[in-house]
């Protein structure tokens, strides 16, 4: 259930790709890092973002984050026809106390590391390029379960995938940059 939660938010507050929100990047190259376990990327990203300083800036978009996906769900269960209190009881068997802290956590944790992803591809001018998205381009056809890439374009927000893939790049980038100790091994 806390999956599903963070998986809503990551859909739905995907746009962070402000670097303005990050006030001191942290240290991202010649880290070592034990991953106990992790991805290697995974890992790296968060002694990164551990290293990072975020501003005001950041605080007032987290509020603002919080506060649009509370009405996301306060949404759902108007339209369920069911009091928040039991809406959130019956799906995620949590108090409202509870639940806004699982979101605000789970929006802090995804906001901080995009915010450092796109520092980082903005301070080493990593973009993920045109010919890289036509590389890409049936792998994601098939992903989306598309035939049509006119079709899959006009319905899919292609920047958003772009800049997903981007940060999966970025990502890659500082695990070639730093030491990385104890990984899972990749799937």
Known sequence: MIIVLGVVLAVLY??????HLVTRLGKYQGLTVDAKGKEAED??????????????????ELKKSVEDAMKVFTAEAEYLKQDFA??????????????REKVE???????????????????EKI????????????????????????QFAREVNLEEI????????????????????NAKAAE
């Open 86 to 99: 039991t809406y959130l009881r019956e799906k995620y068997d949590m108090t409202e106390a509870e639940f």
């Open 14 to 19: 995907r746009d962070y790709s402000n670097s």
């Open 162 to 181: 772009r800049d997903e893939l981007l940060l999966e790049k970025v990502a890659a980038y500082l695990v070639t940059q730093n030491t990385v100790v």
């Open 127 to 150: 973009t993920f390029s045109d010919e890289e998205l036509e590389k890409v381009m049936p792998y994601l056809l098939e992903a989306y379960g598309y035939t049509d890439e006119t």
């Open 43 to 60: 890992a790296v990203a968060e002694a990164v973002v551990s290293k990072t300083r975020f501003g005001r800036k950041f605080d007032e």
């Open 105 to 123: 956590s789970a929006t802090r944790d995804e906001m901080k590391l995009s915010a450092v992803l796109h520092a980082v591809a903005e301070k």
